[in-house]
């Protein structure tokens, strides 16, 4: 098969415990690829909270939960992990030799011989507007996100929402989509001011069209769309269009997971608590996702976690090599492999 992504671990899901792993395994010399369905690292912390102080970090009286985010990335750079994001990991299975492979939803295949869950409470998924009959379109002409930017060239586009990703597609996709209208329910915003000012500068010059009130109807034929009506102050207006964007914010469901056969304990992966490996050899389960008797939901126990799973990891990755137990503040050879200097 070509076009398979090759590596030592593959990680599911980037928030904050998936980039520590990456340290630990780092360490130890292996390589990770992480794949998160968000179009960016952080899961929870930078999804939920970015802006919200954490008292409980180690080390960091207060950190904000953007902020460790970018502490973890940086703390993680020397490894230079692959990341795939805006995917979600669909299936996973054992191959001939004991190794894995993974799909996602838009069929890219990753191969390794440890697989890290690390998936949180499941994958974020777009909530659904309540306007009838959306379902008729998913597949062809509602997109609950944007994956790649050129399959919107050159349709009138209507993007539904107030917050920061409404906003940030409405500017992104102005310069390349024929039209774009933004709906929102009222003329306040949820999303950053810039933004709201950036885009309300567009609508003044007529590059970009804003239209206040709630989509209670969809037109269009087999899927595609050609029309929308929005109720509003004004009473009704119908706008032409050929794609809609609804920005309605995100749940978390465990999604995939549940189905790759490993044993689950109320949505969470059963685990023990020295090498934090699932009931198959070779997957380990770490941070939010996992169960053992006393778990705490936090993100310290999560990176705890980590470096214990990488002991383990390591035996399954390398057999023959016999772990070196050393300190960081100390060893030259992991000096050498974190760039500090002489
Ligand atoms: P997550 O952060 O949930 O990341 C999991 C990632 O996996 C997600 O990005 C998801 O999209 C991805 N994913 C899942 N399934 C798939 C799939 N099939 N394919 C691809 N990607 C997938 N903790 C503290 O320690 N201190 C605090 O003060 C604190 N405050 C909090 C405040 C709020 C408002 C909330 C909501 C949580 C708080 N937490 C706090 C909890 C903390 O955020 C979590 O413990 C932490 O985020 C868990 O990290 P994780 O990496 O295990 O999972």
């Not at 009222?186 to 009130?213: T, Y």
Request: net charge negative.
């Amino acid at each position: 098969m070509s076009n398979i992504t090759r590596t030592d671990v593959v990680i599911v899901g980037a928030g904050p415990v998936a980039l520590f792993a990456v340290f630990e395994l780092g360490l130890f010399d292996m390589r990770c690829h992480l794949i998160d369905i968000l179009d960016r690292p952080g899961g929870q912390c930078a999804e939920l909270y970015p802006d919200k102080p954490i008292y409980d970090i180690p080390g960091y009286p207060v950190i904000g939960a953007q902020e460790l985010i970018d502490k973890l990335l940086e703390q993680i750079a020397p490894f230079k992990p692959g990341f795939t994001f805006n995917r979600m990991v669909t299936s996973l299975e054992r191959l001939g030799d004991g190794s894995f492979r993974l799909t996602t939803d838009e069929k890219e295949v990753f191969e390794a011989k440890v697989v890290v869950i690390a998936a949180g409470a499941g994958s974020f998924q777009p909530k659904r507007p309540p306007i009838p009959g959306i379902e008729a379109y998913e597949a062809q002409s509602v997109r609950y996100a944007v994956r790649r930017i050129e399959e919107l060239r050159g349709h009138d586009v209507v993007i539904v929402g107030g917050g920061d990703s409404a906003l940030d597609w409405a500017l992104n996709l102005q310069p390349v989509a024929r039209r774009v209208t933004l709906v929102h329910r009222r003329p306040d915003f949820r999303a950053a001011p810039d933004n709201v000012n950036k885009m309300l500068a567009l609508r003044d010059a007529g590059a970009l069209d804003l239209v206040i009130g709630q989509v209670s109807m969809l037109e269009g034929e087999g899927g595609g769309l050609s029309a929308i009506v929005v109720n509003g102050p004004d009473g009704a207006t119908k706008i032409s269009c050929s794609r809609l964007l609804p920005f309605f914010g995100l749940t978390m469901k465990l999604g995939p997971v549940a189905e790759w056969g490993l044993d689950l304990h109320e949505n969470q992966i059963p685990v023990d608590t020295e090498k934090f490996q699932t009931s198959e050899p070779g997957i380990f389960a770490i941070g939010d996702i996992n169960w053992y008797p006393g778990k705490l939901k936090l993100i310290l126990s999560g990176f705890h976690e980590a470096a214990l799973m990488t002991q383990a990891a390591k035996h399954v990755v390398s057999p023959k090599e016999r772990i070196v137990f050393q300190y960081t503040t100390s060893s030259t050879s992991l000096h050498k492999k974190l760039g500090v200097p002489d």
